[in-house]
C-alpha cells in the first residue's frame, strides 16, 4: 500500500488552470496510474523514457491506466532556461508532468542517493550517447547541484493507494520500457475482467 503518497501535493509543470493537486487525485476515479518518477531532469536516458511514455499514452487509457511522470525541479529553473529539447518534451500537448516539491515519491522508492561516478560507467556512457543522437539531449552535470537530482526514480503502478507494480532504478540507470509497464496493465485488467466474469 502508499497511504503515505496520498496528500502529497503535486504541481502541474505548467501550473496553469491545473495548479496545484493531491496524488490520490490522480487515481480518484478508480484508474490504475502509471508513474515514473523522473531521476533527474537534465538526463538524456530519463528524456528518452519519458518521451517513450508519452508515445503509449494511447495504449495505456485502452487498459483502463494514465500516465503521470514526476519530476522534482521546477523546469522554469534558470539552469533550464536555454533548454530547447526540454520545452520540446514539456510542450507535448496536455503533457501529464508534475512537479514534486517533498520527493515524497523518490523517498517512497528507497531514496538511495546515486554517486556521481555512477554515471561514468562505460554502458552508462554508451547509453547516454545513443539517447542523444536519437535527440533527447540534455547534460551530465546540468542539474546535479539540486537535491532533487541526488536520489534514483524509478516505476510504479497503482490502483487507489494499491501498489500493483513497483521498480526501482537500477544502479545503472536501467528503467522499465513503455512496452513492458502497457503489459502489466493489460495483465492486470484481463485478471480482472477474469474473474468478473467467473463470478457471474
Not at 513497483?166 to 545503472?172: L, Y
Request: a positive charge.
Amino acid at each position: 500500500m502508499a497511504y503515505e503518497l496520498a496528500d502529497v501535493k503535486l504541481v502541474h509543470h505548467e501550473a496553469t488552470s491545473k495548479g496545484k493537486l493531491y496524488a490520490k487525485d490522480l487515481w480518484s476515479d478508480g484508474k490504475m496510474v502509471v508513474v515514473y518518477v523522473m531521476r533527474r531532469l537534465g538526463c538524456p536516458l530519463c528524456r528518452q523514457l519519458v518521451a517513450e511514455l508519452l508515445s503509449y499514452r494511447e495504449q495505456f487509457e485502452s487498459v483502463n491506466a494514465r500516465l503521470a511522470i514526476i519530476i522534482g525541479v521546477d523546469p522554469s529553473a534558470d539552469m533550464f532556461r536555454h533548454d530547447t529539447a526540454l520545452k520540446n518534451l514539456l510542450g507535448a500537448p496536455n503533457a501529464p508532468i508534475y512537479i514534486d516539491e517533498s520527493l515524497a515519491f523518490k523517498k517512497y522508492l528507497g531514496g538511495e542517493v546515486v554517486k556521481n561516478t555512477a554515471a561514468c560507467h562505460p554502458s552508462v556512457l554508451c547509453r547516454y550517447i545513443a539517447a542523444t543522437l536519437r535527440g533527447h539531449s540534455g547534460s551530465m552535470t546540468a542539474d546535479l547541484s539540486c537535491d532533487a537530482s541526488k536520489a534514483y526514480g524509478g516505476t510504479i503502478i497503482l490502483q487507489g493507494p494499491s501498489v500493483l507494480y513497483m521498480h526501482k532504478e537500477s544502479k545503472r540507470f536501467v528503467n522499465c520500457s513503455a512496452e513492458h509497464l502497457f503489459s502489466v496493465c493489460k495483465l492486470e485488467l484481463n485478471r480482472k475482467k477474469f474473474f468478473a466474469n467467473g463470478l457471474k
